[in-house]
């Protein structure tokens, strides 16, 4: 356990550097010139309908896995034959791995501030959250979406065998995500099994949960507001849109979880690919 954590600490310590000499803090850069570029197109209609605030929702959504899976898609494939020389000297996978996520952390735990203090530029958010204020819960809900997304390219690494590969995979990752949040399709059937296994199903939940999307007083659907003829339509009730403790609670879970399985799938793939070394 002590060699593990030691190991651990050293590749956290090499990831600082090579974050520092290999310039990957321009991550941070483009973190904030997307979450300007979404946040200034749809923060003027935000809260204005329900249409136009699960629109804005679902592209800072796309945003923040865009951002994450873009932290780490080609990383560890960069390094499959640096890790079998040092797995056949006594790499623990386990550590390497880990050493990644947690460094990780600090690089989102940036991102996401950057993407909710641009937000905040644009937006006017609503003080009342689900479980306490709303911008807290916002900036919990992003983290972990980037997070995820940042653990889900990790994973994708560690099973391609080179940068190329890894980024062929990229776009069919991100287009599954989009896919599969609820917003652009209903999800019934084997889809909606798929996608709850997705960051983006989760992390519209815990965002729709947090504005109360099924609210139709305070949001509207658009034919509501354009048009007095509708003014007494009523929308279809979204479940996981329920501003319940439980329902972002368990949001913020399936996504930890998702982000555990990756973790244990880059851990063990590595294992597999060195396992002759």
Same mark, same amino acid.
């Given at each position: 356990m002590n060699k593990r954590i030691a190991q651990l600490?050293?590749? &956290?310590?090499?990831? &600082?550097r090579l974050f520092m000499n290999q310039k990957n803090w321009k991550f941070i850069v483009i973190a904030a010139v997307i979450s300007f570029l979404v946040c200034s197109i749809v923060g003027k209609n935000m809260y204005k309908t329900f249409e136009d605030t699960q629109s804005g929702f679902f592209a800072i959504t796309s945003a923040a896995i865009w951002v994450g899976i873009f932290n780490s898609i080609? #990383?560890? %494939?960069?390094?499959?034959?640096? *890790?079998?020389? !040092?797995? #056949?000297?006594? $790499?623990?996978?386990?550590?390497? *791995? $880990? /050493?990644?996520v947690l460094f990780d952390f600090f690089v989102c735990l940036c991102q996401?501030? *950057?993407?909710?203090? +641009? %937000? %905040?530029? &644009? +937006?006017?958010?609503?003080?009342?959250?689900?479980? &306490?204020?709303?911008?807290?819960?916002?900036?919990?809900?992003l983290l972990l979406i980037i997070w995820g997304a940042d653990i889900?390219? @990790?994973?994708?690494?560690?099973? /391609?065998?080179?940068p190329n590969v890894a980024m062929t995979a990229m776009p069919f990752v $991100? @287009? $599954?995500q989009l896919v599969m949040s609820g917003v652009l399709f209903k999800l019934e059937g084997w889809s909606e099994a798929i996608a709850n296994i997705t960051y983006s199903k989760w992390g519209m939940s815990a965002l729709g949960s947090t504005a109360d999307l099924n609210n139709g007083k305070s949001l509207p659907s658009r034919i509501n507001a354009v048009d007095p003829m509708f003014a007494n339509f009523k929308r279809e009730? @979204? !479940?996981?849109?329920? /501003?319940?403790?439980?329902? +972002?609670?368990?949001a913020w879970g399936m996504i930890a979880l998702i982000s555990a399985v990756c973790?244990?799938?880059? *851990?063990?793939?590595?294992?597999? #690919?060195? #396992?002759?070394?």
């Open positions: 600490s050293v590749y &956290f310590k090499k990831n &600082f080609q #990383r560890i %494939c960069k390094e499959h034959n640096t *890790i079998a020389s !040092e797995y #056949r000297s006594g $790499l623990h996978i386990s550590s390497y *791995i $880990l /050493s990644h996401a501030a *950057i993407l909710m203090g +641009i %937000c %905040c530029a &644009f +937006i006017d958010f609503p003080s009342e959250g689900t479980l &306490f204020a709303a911008i807290p819960e916002y900036f919990i809900t889900m390219g @990790i994973m994708v690494s560690s099973v /391609s065998s080179n $991100l @287009i $599954l009730y @979204i !479940e996981m849109y329920e /501003s319940e403790a439980g329902t +972002i609670l368990a973790i244990v799938i880059s *851990i063990l793939s590595l294992k597999f #690919r060195n #396992r002759n070394s």
